[in-house]
C-alpha cells in the first residue's frame, strides 16, 4: 500500500509525522490561565511595594500621555507615576 501524503485517514502511517502548530503546554483552559497569570502578577506588584490606582481620563488626554511617555523613553504608568511625584513634591 503506497503511502500518500494528503490521504489523512490512516493514521497508523502517518505517526512519526509532526503536526503543525504549537503543543499543549499547560492542562489549563486559556481563562483560567488568565486569572492565574492576573493574580501572581498582582502577587510580584505587592512584593515589589507597587499599589493600583485606577481612574478614567478623556481620549486626548490618553494620547497625549501615550506620546509623552513614548517621547521620555517610559511607560504611561512611569511617566504619570513621574509627574504624579513632581506635583506633590512641590
Do not use: C, H, W
Amino acid at each position: 500500500m503506497a503511502k500518500i501524503a494528503t490521504d489523512r485517514t490512516t493514521i497508523d502511517l502517518f505517526a512519526q509525522d509532526k503536526r503543525p502548530g504549537r503543543p499543549k503546554t499547560n492542562p489549563l483552559p486559556r481563562e483560567e490561565q488568565l486569572k492565574l497569570n492576573k493574580r501572581n502578577q498582582i502577587k510580584r506588584d505587592r512584593s515589589k511595594g507597587l499599589k493600583r490606582i485606577e481612574f478614567k481620563v478623556s481620549d486626548q488626554l490618553y494620547n497625549a500621555l501615550s506620546q509623552q511617555a513614548e517621547q521620555a523613553n517610559l511607560t504611561r504608568s512611569a511617566y504619570i507615576e513621574q509627574i504624579l511625584t513632581q506635583v506633590l513634591t512641590r
